[in-house]
């Protein structure tokens, strides 16, 4: 018997080895559970945080913020009083996508100036106070960038800007349009799975009206409908 021979005999590598089960036969293993699939339904859905999947919805919005307008008066000598200061109220639909980039389209509305100015009397008439007031009508397509709780706001649109005067009894408005674009980031103080409760600050300007505009205010959203 050579010495490899032996070795193999001593060693008990020729048999199999009592109490193990031969590699030849099939080694039997229990089946395991499938994974459970997450509840997707409406009412379980959650979006998940940062650039992830996140579950699609027709989203309705509505904010209400103080304003500061970027501009001075017209006629300061005239001027008796001045504020640039003023309120917006907006309304948005969103449709938010399974993704991170979700369109919208955005209504507006901001009483943005008011002044009193006093008027000599001269060749063009009788002088007086004039009341007058700028308000501005806003309504743009966009979309919005969600990530974590924040969210980024971008439209352009078109606004139609109102100067209304009142006169010795008598009130008049001229109004022109130009093209508006805004800028905005939100925070989500509050988030569930139907209702968000934020504060944003949102820039809008108009170089055609010469206007310009800074907000910054608390808005409610809530889902319509979600799907997946």
């Known amino acids: 018997m050579s010495i490899g021979s032996a070795l193999v ?3 008990g590598l ?20 499938a994974t459970a699939s997450p509840d997707r339904s409406p009412g379980n859905a959650r979006m998940t945080d940062g650039l992830g999947e996140q579950v699609q919805a027709l989203e309705i ?10 501009a001075d008066a017209a006629n300061p000598s005239y001027q008796r009083s001045y504020s ?5 109220a907006t309304g948005s639909f969103t449709y938010r996508a399974r993704y991170f980039l979700s369109p919208s389209i955005e ?20 002088g007086g106070t004039m009341e007058q007031q700028l308000s501005c009508w806003t309504i743009s397509p966009g979309v919005h960038f969600p990530f974590w709780r924040f969210r980024l706001l971008a439209g352009l649109g078109l606004a139609i800007a109102e100067q209304e005067n009142e006169f010795l009894g008598e009130t008049n408005s001229v109004s022109q349009i130009g093209i508006y674009s805004r800028l905005g980031l939100s ?5 569930t799975d139907r209702v968000r409760l934020a504060g944003v600050v949102q820039y809008g300007s108009s170089s055609g009206l010469k206007l310009s505009f800074l ?3 608390v808005s409610f959203r809530g889902d319509i409908v979600q799907w997946d």
């Open 14 to 33: 020729g048999a199999p080895v009592a109490g193990v089960v031969p590699v030849s036969e099939p080694v039997s293993v229990a089946p395991s559970r």
């Open 84 to 88: 640039n200061w003023g309120v917006a």
């Open 107 to 126: 209504v507006g509305y901001a009483r943005l100036a008011r002044g009193d100015s006093t008027l000599p009397t001269g060749p063009w008439g009788e």
């Open 215 to 217: 907000t910054f205010g």
């Open 187 to 191: 925070f989500d103080a509050v988030k």
């Open 61 to 70: 919005e509505a904010t209400l913020s103080p304003s500061v307008l970027f």
């Open 9 to 11: 005999a001593a060693l």
